[in-house]
């Protein structure tokens, strides 16, 4: 099944519709990102004991919404082509759902060995094999993550006839900033403690 647009046309290019559909949105997830910072000072004890940790954030937090802007562009370009069904079926959804899940584990194994490089230089090392272990179980899960909000996003906006070029990024991204945030330090404190 293809999606097609109501109308022919999803959304409008006027600054003042985009403007007020996406100010209110902008201030919720500002008020929601405030989780991860919150998240942050609650783990400082763990960060400063570990301070390999405090090297990893910000890249784990940052990976994880660019693994979930990159698919929901795709799926708003898909949806715009009007090329796009959300059929389990679509040999196109599979092809990028695993390529943002084979990226995310090179992206996340290549943070673990670099955390450790750096560890080894600077004296303050952890065994690869932990890092390994915090990089990829909390890597992939916020892979998870950003997938599913990724085609929440892009489904409901479509929906709710919001261009999805206009929402998906912010919403996926900070949605998975937040998760992302609290899964790296839950899982850091699992394997560590």
Known sequence: ?????????????DAKAIVTTMFPLL???????????????????????????????PTMVDMGGNLGAI??????????????????????????VLAIFALGATIFASLAVGAYALGVVLGIGLPLTTL??????SGMAVTIIAVVF????TIASYRLGID??????????????????????????????
């Open 71 to 96: 698919l929901s562009s795709r799926l708003s370009s898909r949806l715009h082509l009007g090329t796009t069904s959300f059929y389990v079926r679509d040999t196109g959804l599979i092809a990028n």
């Open 27 to 57: 201030v919720v997830l500002c008020v929601i990102v405030l989780a991860a910072g919150i998240t942050l000072e609650s783990a400082e004890e763990m960060i400063e004991q570990y301070a390999l940790l405090a090297i990893m954030v």
């Open 150 to 153: 990724s085609f929440a996003a």
């Open 132 to 137: 390994l272990t915090i990089s990829l179980v």
């Open 164 to 193: 999805p070029d206009d929402a998906t990024i912010p919403i996926v991204t900070n949605v998975v900033d937040v998760f992302g945030m609290i899964i790296f330090i839950g899982v850091s404190w699992l394997v560590l403690f």
């Open 1 to 13: 099944m293809v999606v097609s647009t109501p109308g022919g046309s999803l959304g409008t290019w």
